[in-house]
Nanobody, 124 residues
Framework: QVQLVESGGGLVQAGDSLRLSCSAS????????MGWFRQAPGKEREFVAS???????NYADSVKGRFTISRDDAKNTLYLQMNSLKPEDTAVYYC??????????????????WGQGARVTVSS
């Protein structure tokens, strides 16, 4: 059974940093694209960042320069370093992975595996 489990969410103040981790089990995602999406209350799920199987990265304009996505394939773990957090970053953050594709996508429906979500709340 494939599982993605996020950790590292929490309540922080504006300007603070958080690091989300996503631990995968049940299969390896080495050379598969992985990413982070988020969903704020009352809003649609939106793309945050992705990393391809060969480590190419993409970021939403709203987080570019503040967030960094990375992966450790030896640990089967995905990370999202979030700096200079803003209240508008408040959301549930989801880890996701594509099956069979090394190229990443900005579309949530092109990812097959999802974690349960980690809540991030940024107070002003």
């Amino acid at each position: 059974q494939v599982q993605l489990v996020e950790s590292g969410g929490g309540l922080v103040q504006a300007g603070d940093s958080l690091r989300l981790s996503c631990s995968a089990s049940g299969r390896t995602f080495s050379r598969n694209a992985m990413g982070w999406f988020r969903q704020a209350p009352g809003k649609e799920r939106e793309f945050v960042a992705s990393i391809g199987g060969y480590y190419g990265t993409n970021y939403a304009d709203s987080v570019k320069g503040r967030f960094t996505i990375s992966r450790d394939d030896a640990k089967n773990t995905l990370y999202l370093q979030m700096n200079s957090l803003k209240p508008e970053d408040t959301a549930v953050y989801y880890c996701t992975a594509r099956s069979g594709y090394s190229s990443s996508s900005l579309k949530w429906n092109e990812y097959q595996y999802w974690g349960q979500g980690a809540r991030v709340t940024v107070s002003s």
